[in-house]
């Protein structure tokens, strides 16, 4: 008997489906079925989803009203499967709360999606285990490329990029052996670049703070190289691993002020820590750049809102995510370009920090 006090199965209020969007078997549409009821070929359907404008404007209302009626959506992975070939191209950044970052990626999508390419992006986190885990999953989604914030280093996964047999593309670094085409960054100028403003300004005993490995210990032994050079003392060095906001850059400065001795400068290999640290600083009561100067590297937005004013080293994030994008469109379209590997230009952004 029926608990009237519990909704039974006849109780429960059932929402139709729209008319149209349901067949025999209660499973989602095919393509083929559109293209049955469009009087049409499963190809023109799919010519329609990708490049509209090649099919004539009676033909392809007609199909999408079919599509509109069915709620038939494409599945890119399905078709991957099936043929072999995708259109699904995958983005992993290595922080997806960078604006460069995110610059970056945006102009390669805008760059991929006119011709008919999704792009997905994913984040590695800076962490080893998850890009062996991503670079694995590779296998499963069978994309027709994949970019990165960054440079493969360890040698299982770029043998396993290697083996998917698809175009990768490294950014963000200018290592030597690219698993494939590079757009990518001189680091090292960058900290030399570092080094070379602080001693214009007369900064003698300096500190670093950034990551111990990848692209900020290149930026780190770029700056020991100058200042060494330049007869600068780099007095502490301040190494952090995950970057996930201000609060690094906070704690960063902070662990660099409790080691106590004299420094005039401190070059911060990342602007969301250069950010944090003049945040701090502010905090104290110090006065940037009468105690202590600060200079960073990428340029964010909050780089000329904050007082003094960041000043950073920068590069044109955008433009690199579209120069990728370029050269992914030339591979995929059998006409590669005759350079694969390019760097991106940098130059100083001055503001008051320094």
Known sequence: MTD??????????????????????????????????????????????????????????????VIEATGYASNPHARALRSGRSNVVVAFVSNILSQQFGLAVRSFAATLEPEGFEVLVGQTSYSYAKEVAMIQSLRGIRPAAVMFTGVIELEENRTALAELGIPVIETW???????????????????AMAARRLA????????FIGRSSGRGALRRDGFRMAAARLGLEIVHEIGVGEITGLVDGRAAFTALLDRGGKVDAVFCAND??????LIEARARGLSVPRDLAVLGFGDNDVADQIT???TTISFDAAALGRIAGELLLARLSGTPSAEQRLAVDLFLVERGSV
């Open 173 to 191: 670094a200018y290592p030597r052996d690219p698993i494939d085409m590079l757009v990518g960054l001189p680091n090292a100028d960058a900290g």
């Open 200 to 207: 214009e300004a007369g900064h003698r005993r300096l500190a």
């Open 272 to 277: 969301l820590l250069a950010t944090g640290a």
């Open 308 to 310: 003094p004013g960041l």
């Open 4 to 65: 009237p006090a519990k909704p039974g199965y006849d109780d429960v209020v059932r929402i139709p489906a729209p008319p149209g969007r349901s067949n025999a078997t209660g499973r989602p549409p095919r393509i083929e079925e559109v293209a049955e009821r469009a009087g049409v070929a499963p190809i023109t359907v799919s010519r329609v989803l990708r490049h509209p404008e090649k099919v004539n404007r009676e033909t392809r209302e007609r199909i999408l009203e």
